[in-house]
C-alpha cells in the first residue's frame, strides 16, 4: 500500500476544506472497498479524510413516513431499524443480502453507494481497464464477463455496480443529499451513477471534492409490500449474478402500480421504468409479469459469455412480481 | 516516505497509546506490533472472516480496519473472550462439539458467533428471516447465512452450527 496522510474531521466544513486542499485525497467511511482497493493498487490516494465520525449516523423520520437516512449509517444499523424493516421491506432486504455480517457493521450507507465495480480486470493493476486507467482497453469484452453488464454498456467498459443497497433505493425514488465547496445539492438515486460510455472512470455524477451526506427515502405505502431476491453462485456472502428489488400495488386483480430495478446487469442500478409502464392497469397474473419483463429485457445485449444474465433477469422479476402479487 | 498518525485505544482491556504508520491495518497492529497472534490473516481482503474481531462490541475484519482510524475504540479479540481462566462459552462449545479441524479459522469463527449472538439479542434480521419485520427465530439456516463471513477450508460447518446452537 501506497503511504498516505490520515485526517480525521470533526466537521463537514473541516472535511471539504481539507479534500480541497489536498489533491489526490479521498474520503473514508467504513473502508471495507477503498481500504481493499488501496492494497490492490488499484486507489493510491495521497490523504484519507476520515469522515466516519461526522454526525450522519442517524435515520430519522420525515414527513407522511418518508425516511432521511444519514449517510454514515453503518449498513446493519440501515437493515436492523424497524421502521425500514416495516414500510421497505426490499430496502432491509437488499442490505441484508449484500456482504457478511462483519462487514455490514462497517460499511456506511455512503459508501455502499460509492463502492467500486468488482469486475475482475479492474482490480487487477496487470491488467488493462479503461475504469482504472482511462485508454488503457477493455480486456473484459473479449476476455472474462461472465458476471458483468448486458445492459447500457459501451465499447469501453461493460462492469456491473456491485451494490445491492442502490437496486432498492433506485426503485424507491431515493434522493441523495451532496455537499461540496459550492454548497448543497440533491440527486435523484437514478441519476447518481452513470453509464459508462466514453468516460468509465466516472461512476458517478460526484465531483471528487462532493461529499454525500443522507439519502432520502419517500413515503410509499405499497411499499411495505416489497422485495429484494438476489441470484448468485454460491447461496450466501457473494456479488449478484442477477437482482431484483419490486414492489406492488394490485386490487381487484390489476395492477395499479409498480416499482421494479434490476441489480448486478448494468454499470449502475437500473430502474426498470419500461416493465413498471408495461404493469400499470394490466392483470396480476404471470403474462402480464413475463411481457412486463420483456418490455425491460428487449434493450439488452448481451456479450458472448452472458446471455443467460437475460432469461435469469426475466424469470427472477416474474418469480418476484408473482410472489408479491 | 510512510506517515505516521496517534492514536489510542483500548485491547481487551488494555489501554495503548500508539503512534503508527496510517497503512498499519487492526490486524496487523494485534499479530506484529502486540503479540496478539489470535486473530488470523486468511486473506487480507475481508473474504475470509479469520481476522474477525469485536470493535465496540461489533465483529468487525481486522484486516479492512485501519488502526489510526479506532481513535477511542474498545477491542475484543480471540484472547480477551475468557473470564478468570474460564473458557468464553462459545469456546468450550467449539471444544465439546470438535467445531474445528485445522483451527486456523477458528478465533474468527468464535469472535464473528459472540457477535452474531448480540445481533440476534437485538432482533437484527438476516436475509432468511422470512418475515423481515419479524423477531427472528434462529435455526440452522439462520446460522449458516449470518456465520457466512467465516471460511472454514477443513469443512467444519456442520460442527460449528452444533457449537452456536448449544450456546444461543
Known sequence: MEPFRYE??????GALATIAHAPGAKFLGGGTNLVDLMRLGVERPAVLVDVSRLPYDRIDAGEGGSLHIGAGVRNSDLAADLRVRTRYPMLAQ???SGASGQLRNLATTGGNLLQRTRCPYFQDVTKPCNKREPGTGCPAREGEHRNLAVLGHSEHCVATHPSDLAVALAALDAVVHVVGPGGGRTIPLVELHRLP?????RDTVLEPDELIVAVDVPALGFAERSLYRKVRERASFSFALVSVAAALDVADGKVRDARIAFGGVAHKPWRAFAAEESLR????????FAKAADAELKQAQPLRDNGYKVPLARNALVRALLELA | MA?????TLTINGEPYSLELDTRTSLLDLLREELGLTGAKKGCDHGQCGACTVLLDGRRANACLLLAVALDGAE???IEGLAQNWSLHPLQAAFVEHDAFQCGYCTPGQICSAVGMLDELERGWPSYVTRDVSSQPRLDGDEIRERMSGNICRCGAYPNIVAAVEDVA
Open chain 1, 94 to 96: 437488499a442490505v441484508l
Open chain 2, 75 to 77: 477491542v475484543v479479540t
Open chain 1, 197 to 201: 460510455g466514453d468516460e468509465p472512470e
Open chain 1, 281 to 288: 392497469g394490466a392483470s396480476a397474473d404471470e403474462r402480464s
Open chain 2, 3 to 7: 506517515e505516521l498518525a496517534a492514536v
Open chain 1, 8 to 13: 480525521r474531521a470533526d466537521d463537514v466544513g
